[in-house]
């Protein structure tokens, strides 16, 4: 393939997408991916997640110089100067080669009147950028968080939002988990050895293994065998306390991607499981995921919310509820969710999680088992939901005692993610 195109043009364009058209930063770069050749997809990896991380800070050197703001016809200009200013900040590539193809990225953007601005404006940055740094260390723009997301998670921990900061600002580990039905724990990891790969086998869940050295995962042993499946920690555990059983029915509810669901079939193969999940498109991650490990659910596209035209005949003895959340818990490895999600998204969020909660719970048998998961850290979307729930369902208790039953975990506990469950049963 000829390469016809300048990486940071297409990364500009893919942080636009993001900011400005609010796509998800995944859907963003997958529009580009095919004509990006091998030895420039990880550049554009490394600066897009790169920018995510650092949006806050970027954004305020590139406002210094400016003085003044771009017009929004040609902010796409401002999103091309945070990626050269992220380059000579945060990377090893030599100003020059930077500078150089910032400038030429301009001309692929058809706004070559703005060659000298960006020239200027980047120069000014390497010669300044030290005094730059400095102005940031009194500023809260040097925690990468937005305003509001930083002042909930002080609010909400006082004596661990730094932790918490830090943990989110840092690039998420690989976890993936062992399927038992084609492979053994000891068996998979002497196959990793043999192959030179360095891991970490978890104590906090069953068959989960930290892959340490960044690797494209579909390269790893066994992987399209269904050998494997990457799943954070957090995640796996939450399926391992719903303990599904052999022949029982279980509804696995938000179902999509289907990576819970898979665990529920590894543990119990001889389970019936029912997928419900909204979105057609996702549901097709669901039946990918299946078809790779060679397992079988039925699949249902439908609004959980609405369970009268779900077409559901029995009630089910075990439930799993991943619900949709602000996603709070998994900022590390989605960095642009900190800039999509918006302060008034979480109020809609609570009204369709409860909603959700209340529509299912006639689904579940008496004296069956609910899992409420979510992957937000925010007790008005966790803790206070349950609280509410019990308080107005009287036949709902908790499953195990309190602290079995209902915990909050924070992102980077057991090198995890950040997720919330809560296990009730019927009276």
């Known amino acids: 393939m000829n390469k016809s195109y300048n990486i940071r043009n297409i990364c500009a364009q893919v ?27 990880k550049l554009l990896y490394e600066i897009t997640y790169g920018i995510m991380r650092k949006f806050s800070i970027l954004e305020f050197y590139v406002n210094k110089i400016l003085y003044k703001p771009l017009n929004k016809k040609v902010l796409i200009i401002f999103y091309l100067l945070i990626v050269g200013v992220y380059q000579l900040r945060f990377m090893r590539i030599p100003a020059y080669a930077v500078i150089s193809e910032t400038v030429n990225a301009v001309i692929g ?20 950028k030290n005094i730059f740094d400095k102005l940031i260390n009194n500023n809260d723009r040097q925690y990468l968080h937005p305003y509001w997301l930083l002042q909930l998670i002080k609010k909400y921990y006082p004596s661990q939002w730094k932790k918490i900061i830090l943990i989110n600002n840092q690039k998420a580990p690989i976890w993936i988990r062992i399927n038992r039905l084609y492979t053994s724990l000891d068996n998979y990891l002497h196959i990793l050895k ?43 555990k939450c399926v391992e306390l719903l303990e599904p059983k052999n022949y029982e029915h279980i509804l696995d509810v938000c179902a999509a991607p289907g990576i819970k669901t898979t665990y529920i079939l590894e543990i119990a193969p001889k389970a019936h499981v029912v997928c419900i999940d909204i979105n057609a498109k996702r549901i097709k991650l669901i039946k990918e995921n299946l ?72 689904l579940l048998k008496p004296d069956g088992i609910l899992a409420y998961i979510t992957c937000s850290i925010l007790p008005e979307e966790n803790e206070d939901q349950i609280r509410k729930f019990l308080f107005y369902h009287t036949n709902a208790v908790f499953m195990y005692d309190k602290t079995k039953s209902m915990q909050q975990i924070l992102p980077g506990d057991n090198d995890g993610d950040g997720f919330f469950y809560a296990y009730l049963t019927k009276k």
């Open 109 to 128: 953007l058809k706004y070559a009147p703005f060659k000298k601005l960006v020239n200027a404006v980047l120069r000014n940055f390497k010669i300044k």
């Open 15 to 41: 942080i636009f997408s993001v900011f400005v058209r609010k796509q998800k930063l995944k859907t963003a770069i997958l529009k580009w991916q095919h004509i990006v050749i091998n030895r420039d997809k």
């Open 194 to 236: 043999n192959n030179n790969i360095k891991v970490t086998i978890s104590n906090y869940v069953d068959n989960g293994i930290k892959i340490e050295d960044p690797c494209s995962v579909n390269t790893l042993p066994g992987f399209n065998d269904g050998w494997i499946t990457v799943q954070d920690i957090s995640s796996q």
């Open 291 to 362: 078809n790779r490990l060679n397992l079988h659910a039925d699949i249902i596209i439908g609004d959980a919310c609405d369970v009268n035209n779900l077409g559901l005949k029995k009630q089910f003895d075990r439930i799993l509820l991943d619900l949709p959340c602000s996603a709070t818990g998994i900022i590390r490895r989605h960095p642009d969710i900190k800039w999509i999600r918006k302060y008034a998204d979480i109020s809609n969020l609570v009204i369709l999680q409860y909603n959700i909660l209340k529509s299912i719970w006639p």
